[in-house]
């Protein structure tokens, strides 16, 4: 008899000392590495700078070039960006694979308010509850396509739980909007810079929920805001 039996084979035999509907582990062969489950994903809120310190190697990664060069100021402004935001490590059981900020408006220190300022004052995109999102770094170790989307909606649900959302909003070059759409956002506007054609991109709690597949109505603490959003 094979020393390495399937799932399909252990489950079906009456004598495997299993009970009915009980988790079963397949075999190892002697020798190996005993079988573990995948490790878990989660998102975790990092809210003293201590805590930040978890996703640093990660942050160093940030592609930072085009914000600087479109506003040198906010080079000085990071630290500033990570006490009125929300800054979270996505996590793949105790280890951070990447990281994630969300910033408020309404403090001028968003690209959305310095940069996009012409197309965005007075309009949704700026108020209390309405948020930029940026700073989306995943490991290299970690950049596969079915990670990510399960790592956004992690995020999203976690934000949501953390503090009130009603919009959400970015910059990105033209190159990547495709991706930002398959998370709930539109383009509100787009203009060029050094050559390079940008967005301005947005999505409002709700489509941005639905296209992370993230049931709003099933996160109690934000039950009411939702449905009255």
Avoid at 4 to 11: E, G
Avoid at 12 to 18: D, E, F, K, L, V
Wanted: glycine share 6%; aromatic share 6%; proline share 5%.
């Amino acid at each position: 008899m094979d020393m390495i039996q399937t799932l399909t084979t252990i489950a079906s035999s009456p004598t495997n000392g299993h009970a009915f509907g009980q988790a079963v582990v397949p075999w190892s062969a002697p020798g190996a590495a005993p079988w573990q489950a995948p490790e878990p994903l989660s998102a975790m809120v990092l809210h003293t700078r201590t805590q930040r310190l978890m996703v640093a190697h990660l942050r160093e990664l940030a592609d930072t070039q085009t914000e600087y060069e479109i506003d040198p100021a906010l080079a000085s402004m990071e630290a500033r960006k990570d006490e009125l935001g929300v800054v979270m490590a996505l996590m793949r059981g105790s280890e951070p694979i990447g990281t994630i900020r969300f910033i408020p408006t309404c403090h001028n220190v968003t690209v959305t308010e310095r940069f996009w300022g012409h197309a965005s004052a007075g309009t949704e995109l700026i108020g209390p509850d309405s948020w930029e999102a940026g700073r989306l770094i995943m490991s290299p170790d970690h950049r596969r396509g079915d990670l990510l989307p399960a790592c956004m909606s992690l995020a999203f649900a976690e934000l949501v739980q953390t503090v009130k959302v009603r919009h959400l909003h970015g910059s990105c070059h033209m190159r990547l909007m495709r991706l930002y759409r398959r998370f709930g956002f539109q383009i509100h506007t787009t203009t060029v810079f050094n050559g390079k054609e940008c967005a301005l991109v947005h999505g409002d709690v709700h489509a941005v929920a639905r296209a992370l597949k993230v049931d709003l109505s099933e996160l109690t603490d934000v039950r009411e805001f939702a449905l009255a959003a």
